[in-house]
């Protein structure tokens, strides 16, 4: 009886705390309907493909023409050795993806949202060239991913405290 209440207790306390899901009401919730409301100009190079299409997929955008926000992405790509050996040959590679956003109200023009994101990853460089290349995309990929989970975080947030 006594766990009972224990447990009746912390349920009633946490309703009162003024959590509340950030997708409340599904796909017709404020935050959903906010998110498939911006639209993602192309981004140069292949990593702006992936970050693009990934943004895409995550903000559910149905048609661009009906957009209210655009959202400006530029990014940094950097490859980097990290580890050197003795005869100068290079052991570890660190790839490093940066992205500056901003969210545009496209009728006034104002930014809403100035913000960067930003992941990194370490790369084993082998002795087979194809090898290291694919570790190299595949990290690429990763990074592209993280980068457009971070975005679409941070507009969740911003669209759920009513800032825009």
Partial sequence: ??????????????????????????????????????????????????????????LGMVDAGAATYRLDVRLDDDLEALGVLNDDTISRERRILRARYQLVDIASGDILLDATAGYDAGIDVVSSEYATIAAEQTALENLSNEIADRIVTELSLALRSGQQ
């Fill in 1 to 58: 009886m006594r766990g009972l209440l224990l447990l009746l207790g912390a349920a009633v306390s946490l309703s009162a705390c003024g959590l509340q899901p950030m997708y409340a009401g599904g796909g017709s919730g404020a935050v959903a309907q906010g998110l498939s409301q911006i639209s993602v100009p192309a981004i140069p190079g292949r990593q702006g493909w992936l970050v693009r299409n990934a943004l895409q997929d995550r």
